[in-house]
């Protein structure tokens, strides 16, 4: 069974901290993908990595896949309200489903 | 791009009926699509994999006659709770795979059933 560890579960900060939202597996995937949830709503796609060691921006926020493909990185810089939600990562392993990650909820204070 | 559409958005019923629920691909065929179900607060628990034209493959511990699942069409895919009960109250949500590769997949904006 593949499992995916989310760290920290929860994350309570104020608007304009950084931090890096973490997510963690013993096995290796041939793709990660982060995703953003708002209540009531489905997860909308952030971003896909797919190479070892890779970096991708998106505006304020970074993602990083590990060298070994089993772990990734999230990071906010100067956050924003809007940030707020529950941040998945998922990974795509061949021809089976994605395996989900717990979650990490983020609250941004203003 | 890469829309899909949930109807209802939201239902309310009484226990021991049955509800269907619609998922749609709005702008793009999708030969597979996902059924996942989500408790508040925690992450998704994928239910079943929907193949066009074939029979779903249910997750262990998923009641296949309990949550029936037709993929008639490259767009559309039903997930039908039969005999509803409170405990099956949750938020559904579907998502479908564009092309061959698990790297793309696009979700619904989700179903909140609550049975009564």
């Known amino acids: 069974t593949q499992l995916l560890e989310q760290s920290p579960q929860f994350l309570s900060i104020q608007e304009g901290e950084n931090l890096t939202v973490y997510c963690n597996s013993s096995?290796?995937?041939?793709?990660l993908q982060w995703y953003r949830q708002e209540p009531g709503e489905g997860p909308v796609l952030l971003v896909t990595?797919?190479?070892?060691?890779e970096v991708k921006k998106l505006k304020r926020l970074t993602f990083q896949f590990g060298d070994a493909r089993k772990d990734s990185s999230l990071h906010i810089t100067a956050a924003q309200t809007g940030d707020t939600g529950l941040y998945l990562c998922?990974?795509?392993?061949?021809?089976?489903?994605?395996?989900f990650g717990s979650g990490t909820r983020l609250q941004v204070q203003p | 791009g890469a829309v899909v559409s949930q109807h209802p958005s939201r239902v309310i019923c009484k226990s021991g009926t049955s509800v269907k629920i619609e998922c749609r691909s709005l702008?793009?065929?999708?030969?597979?699509m996902f059924w996942y179900r989500q408790f508040p607060k925690q992450s998704l628990m994928l239910m079943a994999t929907?193949?066009?034209?074939?029979?779903?493959?249910?997750e262990q511990g998923v009641e296949k006659d309990k949550f029936l699942i037709n993929h008639a069409s490259l767009t559309l895919s039903t997930l039908t709770v039969t005999s509803a009960h409170p405990e099956d109250s949750s938020f559904y949500i579907c998502?479908?795979?564009?092309?061959?590769?698990?790297?793309?997949?696009?979700f619904g904006p989700g179903t909140r059933l609550t049975v009564l």
């Open positions: 998502s479908a795979q564009r092309g061959s590769s698990y790297n793309e997949q696009f």
């Open positions: 096995s290796v995937f041939s793709s």
């Open positions: 990595v797919v190479t070892g060691g």
């Open positions: 998922a990974g795509a392993t061949g021809r089976r489903a994605l395996t």
């Open positions: 702008d793009f065929q999708a030969t597979t």
């Open positions: 929907s193949n066009e034209g074939s029979k779903a493959t249910y």
